[in-house]
């Protein structure tokens, strides 16, 4: 059975970091692209970063560009999204997901999704 369970959300103060971390069962990571994804309160859901299965990363917006980084241990059957500088405007739930090989910033192309975590930036 496969499942994503992620972890890490919390509230933070602005300017603040958290590390959130995506735990995988069920399938190989070693075929697989992971991405995460967030949808902030009334918004729709957007692509935030993905690393393909040759480890190439892709960040998908430019408003998290230079503070926040995808990584992944297949080792492990872990995923990793470090985040700095934490602004308000990153407020949103965050969704880990996967799809096979490359990376996609369509959430429709991903077929397994965790349930998300939340992530609070506010003074």
């Known amino acids: 059975q496969v499942q994503l369970v992620e972890s890490g959300g919390d509230l933070v103060q602005p300017g603040g970091s958290l590390r959130l971390s995506c735990a995988f069962s069920g399938f190989v990571m070693d075929y697989r692209a992971i991405a995460w994804f967030r949808q902030a309160p009334g918004k729709e859901r957007e692509g935030v970063a993905c690393?393909?299965?040759?480890?190439?990363?892709?960040y998908y917006l430019e408003a998290i560009k230079g503070r926040f980084t995808i990584s992944r241990d297949n080792t492990a059957n872990m995923a990793y999204l470090q985040m700095n500088s934490l602004k308000p405007e990153d407020t949103a739930v965050y969704y880990c997901a996967t799809k096979v090989t490359f990376c996609s910033s369509s959430g429709s192309e991903y077929s397994y999704w965790g349930q998300g975590t939340q992530v609070t930036v506010s003074s």
């Open positions: 690393i393909a299965s040759n480890d190439r990363t892709s």
